[in-house]
C-alpha cells in the first residue's frame, strides 16, 4: 500500500471550523472541522448526501458558508476569494472540460484565463497533455474521449497553474478498475510534486491508496478522524489471510482451520477470488496456533498476511449503516439512500 506524506510537515495547509451551509430543510454541512497539513492527502469519507461537494465548493470559494471559517493556504475562502483562486486547482464531481474543444484547446484556454502568457500556456499545455499521456488525442475534440481520458483531462486542466492545493472531488466515481488505477497514479504522482490534496470519496479503497489521513461524513457532520491505520484499528481486530499452494486446498484449509478448536478462534470464510482464507485473530497466540496447524496438517501455504479491518467495516461500526456508492447496492437500497438524503 502506498503512503504518500513524504512531504509532510507540522504546517497546515487548510482549516476548517464550524462550518455550517443550509439549504433550507437540508443542512448539507452541519458544523463541520478538520485540518489538511501541507503536502499530504486529506480523505473525506462519506455516503450520497454526506456534503462532500458542499465543502469543496466552499473551499474553493465556489459558494459561500452559512457559518464557521475556511482557510486554505493562508486565505481565508470568504474574504480573499481572489487570491484563494490563484492556488488552488480543482477537479468537480462532473467532467467540467469543453467537450467540443480539442484536449489541447482546453488547456491553453484555461491557461490564457490563468492569466499566462501565449508561449507559457502553450509549453503548459504540451507538457500537461504528455503527462497525463493525452499527447496522441491532443487535437481531438474531447468529446471523442473515453471516460479516463476525459478525467485525465480533467486533472490535467486543474494542474494548470500549479496550484499549492488541489480539491479533486470523487476523482474516480464511475471509472473502470483500470482508468481508477490510472487516475490514483497521477494523484500520486501530484503529491509527489508537493501539492496539498483533499480528495473526496464513496470508496474505502481509494482512500487507503491515496489518503493518509481520514475525515469520515455523514449527513453534514464529521463522524471520525484521524490517520487510518488508527481509525481502522481503533474498530476491529486483525484478519489472517492464509493462501495455500493449491488453489484446490482452499476449502479443507478453511474446515481444518474451523475444526481446530483454538479458543476463541472465530469462524473462517472463504475468499474464492483472492484463493485466501480469511480468520479472525484476537491475539498473536492464536496466530501462532493456527500457522501451527497449518503446518501440522501438511498444507504448503503460498502466503500468509495479517490485515486490518477494511474501511467499509470501520464505517458501517461508526454509522450503523454501510458507505456502499450507488452501483454497488440494490434498487431499493438506493431508493432509500435517496429518501434519506431528502429528509
Ligand atoms: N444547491 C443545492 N440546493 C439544495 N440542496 C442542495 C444543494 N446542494 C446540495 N444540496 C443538498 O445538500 C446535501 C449534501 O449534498 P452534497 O452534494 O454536498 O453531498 P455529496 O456528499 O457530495 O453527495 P454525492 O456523493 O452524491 O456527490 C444533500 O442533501 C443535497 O441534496
Ligand atoms: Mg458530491
Redesign the pocket.
Known sequence: MTRIDKNSSDAVAVTVRGLV?H??E????DGVDLEVREGTVMGVL????????????ILSSL?QPDAGQATVAGYDVVRQPRQLRRVIGLTG?YASVDEKLPGWENLYMIGRLLDLPRKTARARADELLERFSLTDAAKRPASTYSGGMRRRLDLAASMIGRPAVLFL??PT?GLDPRTRNEVWTEVKRMVGDGVTVLL?T?YMEEAEQLASELTV?D??KVIAGGAIEELKAKVGGRSLRVRPADPLLLRPLAVALDELGITGLAATTIDTERGSVLVPILSDEQLTAVVGAVTARGITLSSITTELPSLDEVFLSLTGHRAS??QDTTPDETATDRQE??V
Request: glycine residues 16%; proline residues 6%; charged residues 20%.
Open positions: 451551509k439549504y433550507g437540508t443542512k448539507a454541512l462519506g455516503p450520497n448526501g454526506a456534503g462532500k461537494t458542499t465543502l469543496v465548493r459558494i464531481q472531488d470523487e466515481t473526496t464513496q461524513v449527513r453534514g456508492a450507488p438524503v431528502a
